[in-house]
């Protein structure tokens, strides 16, 4: 089993749809908990950090932790074309400075006009 | 925010040359940097982790002779792929952590896309 699982898609929406992304983990020592955008040919951009189990909302994104199942989301609502892009989920432990991520296999979605 | 600049974006060249590739943090200094090794439709793989003034720390099955990595001030880590072959070929990408804040997440930069003929 690995220690982050991600479903690669890819995930095809309709422009305005709320898109959930999903990540499940099996390493209880992580604490940290990201998710990148990556375009085509881009490095990977931050768009939500977590530390603790719970949501946090940025515009139209939200990022839900649930540290109890080891699960972690992301929501975009009001999905734009724009927004279609491989989206990373990432984790890591806790403290210090010489910390690695884990990452997911990464979703490709696709939001069609 | 925090900025991370990875430069080329894109080179090409022969089998058996020499790749060097360079990764800055823009407006913070960054005393650990990260390199990634991307291919196609998969995740990112952590290579080796920069470490400023000290030896780079190399993943389990990354050969060291074969990419050196160089972090010799708080701004500037580079990755260079020694007598590259197109099994090398790959998109190469570099982060840091924001150190502006305790436990700041990890920025990435743009990427650079080997190609070996």
């Known amino acids: 089993q690995k220690e982050v699982e991600q479903d690669p898609g890819p995930l095809s929406v309709p422009e305005g749809a709320i898109v959930s992304l999903n990540c499940t983990y099996s390493?209880?020592?992580?604490?940290?908990f990201m998710w990148y955008r990556q375009y085509s040919r881009k490095g990977p951009e931050l768009l939500m950090y977590?530390?603790s189990s719970g949501n946090k909302e940025d515009g139209r994104f939200t990022a839900q932790v649930d540290k109890s199942s080891k699960y972690i989301s992301l929501f975009i609502r009001d999905s734009q074309p724009s927004d279609s892009a491989t989206y990373l989920c990432?984790?890591?432990w806790g403290g210090g400075s010489n910390y690695k991520l884990t990452f997911g296999k990464g979703t490709l979605l696709t939001v069609n006009p | 925010g925090a900025v991370v600049s990875q430069h080329p974006s894109w080179v090409i060249c022969k089998s058996g040359t020499s790749v060097k590739i360079e990764c800055r943090s823009l407006?913070?200094?960054?005393?650990?940097m990260f390199w990634y090794r991307q291919f196609p439709k998969q995740s990112l793989m952590l290579m080796a982790t920069?470490?400023?003034?000290?030896?780079?720390?190399?993943e389990q099955g990354v050969e060291k002779d074969k990419f050196l990595i160089n972090h010799a001030s708080l701004t500037l880590s580079t990755l260079t792929v020694t007598s590259a072959h197109p099994e090398d070929s790959s998109f190469y990408i570099c982060?840091?952590?924001?150190?502006?804040?305790?436990?700041?997440?990890?920025?990435f930069g743009d990427g650079t896309r080997l190609s070996i003929l």
């Open positions: 982060s840091a952590p924001d150190w502006q804040g305790a436990n700041q997440p990890q920025h």
């Open positions: 407006d913070f200094q960054a005393t650990t």
């Open positions: 920069s470490n400023e003034g000290s030896k780079a720390t190399y």
């Open positions: 390493n209880s020592a992580f604490q940290y």
């Open positions: 977590t530390y």
């Open positions: 990432a984790m890591r």
